[in-house]
C-alpha cells in the first residue's frame, strides 16, 4: 500500500536562482529552425536524452500515446521534402501579393539540411475506450502529445539544438510513406540538428508578417473579456 513518503519522495521548492533562469531561457529563446541547421551530426546518445525528455511528457490518464519516428536516411528525408514541396506551392497560392511574396522568401529547408527528422504521433487507442481525464474531452491525448513535442524542444534548445516544426504535408500522403496505422495521427514532423545561431525574435515578427501581441491583451480574470 503506498504511503505518504512515496508519493513525495522529494522537496518540490522552487530551484536555485540559476536553474530557474536556465529554465525560463530555455523558453524565452526557443526559436522555429528553418534553415540555420549545421551539417553536424547529431550523436545517438543526445538525440536519446531529447527522445527521453519527451516521454517524460504529462498525458491524460498516464496512456503516454506518443511514437516517435526517426528519420535519418537521406532518401526517406528526399521524398518528404517532395511532399512538403507540392504542398508549399500549393499553400503560397493561398496568399496575395506582398504576403505571397514574402511567404516564398522564407527558407523551409529543414527536412534536408538537419540531419535528423522526427515524426511524433498519438496512438488514440492505446489508452482503451475508456481513459482517466479523456471521458468527456477527446482531444486530451492530443494535447498531451503536443506536450512531449515542447519537452523535446526545450531540452533541444538547452543543449544547442534547433528544431524546425514542419505542417506543410498532406497527412494522408505522409502517413503512407512513413507506414503509420490509420488509427496513428500525426501531431508533429519536426526537423533537429545542432545550430550555432538562432533569430532574435521569431522569423515572422522580423519580417513584419505577424508581432507578439501584448500578454496584457489576452488576458481575462475570472470570465472571457474582463480585464480588471
Not at 500500500?1 to 518540490?12: G, S, T, V
Amino acid at each position: 500500500m503506498l504511503e505518504d513518503r512515496d508519493l513525495h519522495p522529494a522537496p518540490a521548492g522552487a530551484f536555485p536562482e540559476a536553474d530557474r533562469q536556465a529554465v525560463y531561457r530555455a523558453i524565452e529563446t526557443r526559436r522555429d529552425v528553418r534553415d540555420q541547421f549545421l551539417s553536424d551530426e547529431l550523436s545517438d546518445a543526445l538525440l536519446r536524452r531529447l527522445l527521453e525528455a519527451a516521454h517524460r511528457a504529462p498525458s491524460v490518464g498516464f496512456m503516454q500515446p506518443w511514437n516517435f519516428i526517426v528519420i535519418r536516411d537521406r532518401a526517406r528525408r528526399e521524398r518528404v521534402a517532395e511532399l512538403f514541396r507540392s504542398a508549399n506551392d500549393e499553400a503560397a497560392e493561398m496568399f496575395e501579393g506582398e504576403r505571397r511574396e514574402l511567404y516564398r522568401s522564407l527558407k523551409l529547408e529543414g527536412i534536408l539540411k538537419a540531419p535528423v527528422n522526427i515524426c511524433v504521433t498519438c496512438d488514440r487507442t492505446r489508452g482503451g475506450k475508456v481513459v482517466l481525464g479523456r471521458t468527456h474531452n477527446p482531444q486530451m491525448d492530443l494535447y498531451s502529445t503536443a506536450c512531449a513535442v515542447q519537452n523535446l524542444w526545450l531540452a533541444a534548445r538547452a543543449e544547442g539544438v534547433g528544431v524546425g516544426w514542419v505542417s506543410i504535408y498532406r497527412d494522408s500522403e505522409l502517413k503512407e510513406l512513413l507506414a503509420i496505422p490509420a488509427h496513428v495521427e500525426i501531431v508533429a514532423y519536426l526537423c533537429v540538428g545542432h545550430v550555432d545561431r538562432l533569430y532574435r525574435e521569431p522569423e515572422l515578427a522580423i519580417k513584419g508578417w505577424r508581432q507578439r501581441l501584448p500578454l496584457d491583451e489576452l488576458l481575462f480574470a475570472e470570465r472571457w473579456g474582463r480585464r480588471d
